[in-house]
């Protein structure tokens, strides 16, 4: 996460290096052919930032936030002219052909992080609470905003302008954070193209891997994170800061490229400065960020008492020893926590690795932080229900295992809290998977001939209307749900048109996390037809690029006649649902009256309600999940969350 100055200080020791060429019988820009590694998260930021720095200043802030659809093509741009300069080669296993510029063969990664370890607990609930004061700043500044075109992103990315020194990012566009999913949503780009090969989501900190890497093969380590420069790469692995790398032409004639870079190999700097290595000035900085380089050479080089040697080697141990820091370290190679993983979002993987096989009595959630209005109630609220669902799926998972509470942090009014969710208080789940699936149903019956986005989206703004419902809040009008489904079509955006996107976000992104969970357990455990029923629903939902676009890339999707009955339909959902649940309500407590009087009955069943039909099963029927291995997983007492809906 960064060690301050120490880029700036040590900046007049790295040196300026040709990486590659497009051009492979170029003389004036020869290069040596070496091996990268890419930290996974700093590309995202690196080129989400560039992107933003690129629009128009003539939009406002929200609308200047380049898409994901956006994201993922620049990404791919960014990694096409490393290609094509000769920095990397990949295996498309769809052909079984090697694609290659360089002479050389490498073992190239792209890493993600999978879990951050507890002692970042307090740098993550700090970076929260910038998140929250920028958007607390922002709302005071402007109470509304004018509207830009509806097609901000469409004009062609520039490779230039993302592999290239950097240009700043204009100030009005600075306020708000960054997209809340940004780094899954690369992901996402990644994993369905033709550098699949080359991602990796680890079960630790990314940081720990690229630096492995890196030393392994005397590599090219990009980044944006000064922390690298500490680590061990070796006597020939070397750092290269995004920020630093810039793409240029062979000369003004010539269509080809060559890119170059500031070079920093921490093994040669530690030379020329007569130290074993950068561990001891980037401690010494990071006690006190106002000292010079000979100053922190100086102080590195003092005797320490008893506790300045023992908080030292805290410090140097985290970048000097390449550990797994997953909690989860009892794995066979086949079945290691980078294997189950790597389907999952960090988010996930991080939530997964905490819940099996842990000792654990508490597993920590961090809810990304989302663009909204913050002096209204939390966006996150409107899909709880979905995600302690999910939550209760993967805790249930591990039988052996203690459940543990659940801390779900996220924004509470102004500030960063956890949510303490108890698991074993949580309604049953196979009758929430009945209740959902039954909801799905009725939703594709009607909008079958739709696109997949449409119904997905569809069924996330009919979770935030159940939203405004159940909580005795007036739901939003017309022309605003026209602006949510369609885009804001006026002349100026309102926060409410923000908090509404930022709502629709949040239950489009939990309907991705249960997916994602549920997708995790199948593969673990046996469980009952309607969680396969469900997984078969989910396994419709679209990447994040189409899931959380635009939403006026909604606009051509219906057309004009058929959003006044979509909306029609997503407004009185919510309404004609509570009706059927409290009418189930009603015959469920008919049945247990029922059976509370023929209790005496010889052949032992018992009768009640899954779907609001008499439905008979047997006393001792299994529980909604059973292991591979034979053993029983606890099954939830029942009450349905999403409550019973009606064959309509």
């Not at 990644?190 to 720990?208: F, K, M, N, Q």
Request: with cysteine; aromatic share 10%.
């Amino acid at each position: 996460m960064g060690i301050p100055r120490l880029t700036s200080l040590l900046q007049p020791y790295f040196l300026e290096t040709v990486i590659g060429c497009s051009n492979k019988d170029c003389q004036s820009h020869t290069h040596r052919s070496r091996p990268f590694v890419i930290d996974g998260p700093g590309l995202a930021y690196v080129v989400y930032y560039r992107l933003l720095a690129s629009k128009p200043i003539y939009v406002n802030a929200v609308d200047a936030q380049p898409s994901y659809h956006e994201i993922g093509q620049a990404i791919l741009i960014f990694l096409q002219n490393l290609t094509h300069c000769g920095l990397t080669m990949y295996y498309d296993s769809r052909t079984s052909d090697i694609l290659t510029f360089a002479e050389t063969t490498y073992s190239e990664k792209i890493y993600f992080d999978g879990y951050l370890p507890l002692q970042k607990r307090s740098v993550r609930i700090s970076r929260l609470e910038s998140y929250l004061k920028q958007m607390i700043t922002f709302r005071e500044k402007y109470k509304l905003f004018e509207s830009a075109s509806l097609a901000v992103d469409t004009s062609p990315i520039d490779a230039t302008d993302l592999l290239s020194l950097s240009k700043p990012v204009p100030s009005k566009f600075r306020g708000l954070p960054a997209a809340p999913f940004l780094v899954p949503a690369v992901l996402d780009t990644l994993s369905t193209s033709l550098y699949a090969d080359l991602i990796e989501v680890v079960p630790g900190e990314a940081d720990s891997y690229c630096a492995a890497a890196a030393g392994r093969n005397g590599g090219i380590l990009f980044t944006t994170d000064s922390d690298l420069l500490i680590h061990n790469l070796g006597p020939e692995g070397a750092v290269a800061f995004f920020d630093q790398l810039e793409l240029q032409p062979c000369d003004e004639m010539s269509e080809h490229r060559y890119l170059s870079v500031r070079l920093a190999q921490p093994s040669g700097i530690a030379d020329k400065l007569g130290i074993d290595n950068l561990c001891g000035i980037a401690y010494e900085l990071k006690r006190d960020p106002s000292l010079s380089i000979q100053e922190t050479i100086q102080r590195s080089k003092n005797d320490m008492d008893a506790v300045g040697r023992r908080l030292f080697q805290e410090f140097k141990s985290e970048y000097e020893d390449f550990q797994v820091q997953s909690p989860t370290p009892q794995h066979t190679e086949q079945e290691g926590p980078q294997s189950s993983i790597q389907l999952l979002d960090p988010r996930v993987s991080e939530m997964v690795l905490q819940c099996c096989g842990s000792s654990n009595a508490t597993v920590n959630v961090y809810l990304p932080f989302l663009i909204e209005d913050p002096s209204r109630a939390a966006a996150w609220n409107v899909s709880s229900r979905l995600r302690f669902f999910a939550y209760s799926l993967i805790a249930f998972m591990e039988p052996e295992n203690k459940v543990p509470d659940i801390l779900e942090y996220s924004r509470r009014d102004v500030r960063i809290v956890p949510l303490d969710i108890h698991l074993n208080n949580e309604p049953s789940l196979l009758d929430s998977a009945v209740s959902l699936n039954r909801r799905l149903a009725i939703i594709w019956q009607h909008y079958k001939n739709k696109s997949n986005a449409v119904i997905w989206r569809i069924f996330g703004m009919i979770e935030v209307f159940s939203w405004y419902i159940e909580s005795g809040r007036a739901v939003p009008s017309h022309e605003a749900t026209i602006n949510m489904f369609c885009g804001y079509g006026g002349k100026s955006t309102s926060w409410q048109d923000v908090q509404l996107s930022a709502q629709l976000q949040a239950a489009l992104y939990s309907v991705r996390i249960l997916k994602q969970i549920l997708v995790h357990v199948c593969s673990k455990c046996a469980v009952e037809d309607v969680y396969l029923d469900l997984q078969r629903y989910l396994t419709s939902l679209p990447l994040l690029k189409d899931l959380i676009a635009r939403p006026n890339s909604f606009r051509n999707a219906v057309s004009e006649s058929e959003i006044s009955s979509i909306l029609g339909f997503i407004r009185s959902f919510p309404r004609a649902e509570a009706h059927t649940a409290e009418l189930a309500g009603n015959l469920e407590a008919s049945i247990q009256s029922h059976q509370s009087l023929h209790s005496h009955a010889n052949d032992g069943d018992a009768w009640f309600t899954v779907d609001a039909k008499h439905k008979k099963r047997k006393k001792h029927a299994k529980t909604p999940f059973e292991s591979r291995s034979g053993s029983m997983l606890p099954q939830k007492p029942t009450n349905n969350i999403y409550g019973m809906l009606a064959n309509t």
